[in-house]
């Protein structure tokens, strides 16, 4: 019963009427079906975005509202036991990507996503987060990283991908800072790269010295990941968020640069102020604009005909539904690539690729999360490309998996590294590089 309470509490102490307008808006007009994976991969009834909302209002109006407390039978408010707790963990957890999609086609603007955050966070604090999941968040938590990365293993990784960099720009002053006080950036991490992507690192350190920025990584706290935000369990979330806003006040960065992940850049710009409760006293950019401002602004040169693999994106449902960044991932591929195609459709109304809504993290939902990929699947065979770009890492390993599964035969690569891989360098790295060989 302690659990019940600390639930029902929870979900209690909303500060707005925000949720209780979106629980009693929905009309089940039906529009939102079509818009999500999960209905479109299963065809079932229970997927359908609407039902969600159902199922959280039920259980809001058995313990906040009058009739619901009274007249439970009318008002179809469900009480909180064993079997109501386990739909609820299956559809709020295992059947949704919190991507969004479905708040875009509702008929009146419920806000979908919203309301299946306030039911995760409702068993977030009973302790209802999965197990997987739940993991993650902790290793963040405790580490400072959500894969537990030991600082002594980073700080070698990132020691030998800077000799690379010297030896690939033929400059023995290319580096990685680390810690390195009063740079114009503090650049963060997905946790992966270090551990499985390094050549995404490599990638954008690359761009870094072609455009001859002031950067610094941080060894104590660079996940630009916040795996609270998807357990939401708002407490959790946002421990880590000041974590990193603590380490750019402590390295007295000028921006935080926030590299390419999806929900890292909505959980850190858009949430975490929330979280904390004031407004950021230092700027906040995502990787994808900061690289389309240096190319604007011409502090790195790109040559579009060394790429001439037909390239297309995917667009991050975190960073471009959510997030509002949906131009300059493609500014950035019409001057770095031969021959760009979209997939349909695109942008703001993008399908998710799968991954999304901390599914990658939850193993117990592996099947499912393939199965409604088999969208973002034929996506991809329809462009006819071969080289899949995406600015996010969790979509990354998603669609490295769809790549497997449904015999895609592309290539995965983030935005970086299509840059990296187009980079020419200007005049000043010429002379530089002239000078040392002669």
Known sequence: M????????????????????????????????ESCLYYRAYKEAKYIPARKVDMVASVYRRYHTFLGKRFPWLTNARKLNEECIDELIDMLYGSCTMCGRCNAHCSIGVDIEYVVRAGRM????????????????DAALNTGNNMAIPTDEFVDTLEWLEEDLQMEVEDDEANIPLDKKNCNILYTLNPREPKFFPLSISAMAKVFYAAGESYTISSQMYDVTNYGYFSSHEEEATVIGQKLHDEMLSLNAGTCVLAECGHGSRAFRW???????????????????????????????????????????HDPCNLARSGGVINEQRYILENTVSDFVEMMPNGADNFCCGGGGGQMAMGEYND????????????????????VVTPCHNCVDQLMQINATYKLNVQIKTLAEIIADALVFDVKHEEVINKETN
């Open 2 to 33: 302690e659990k019940i309470d600390k639930g029902i509490q929870a979900i209690a102490i909303i500060k707005d009427s925000k949720l209780f307008t979106h629980l009693n808006a929905c009309v089940h007009c039906g529009l939102c079906a």
């Open 122 to 137: 409702m068993l977030a604090y009973m302790g209802y987060v999965p197990g997987s999941l739940q993991s993650t968040v």
């Open 271 to 313: 949430e975490t102020p929330n979280y904390l409760e004031k407004q950021f006293p230092f700027k906040v950019l995502t990787s994808v604009e900061l690289i389309a401002q240096y190319i604007r602004l011409g502090k790195i040169k790109t040559d579009p005909s060394l790429i001439t693999e037909r390239v297309t994106l």
């Open 368 to 387: 499912r999360r393939i199965r409604i990929g088999s969208i973002k699947a034929e996506q991809i065979k329809n462009t006819g490309a071969s080289i």
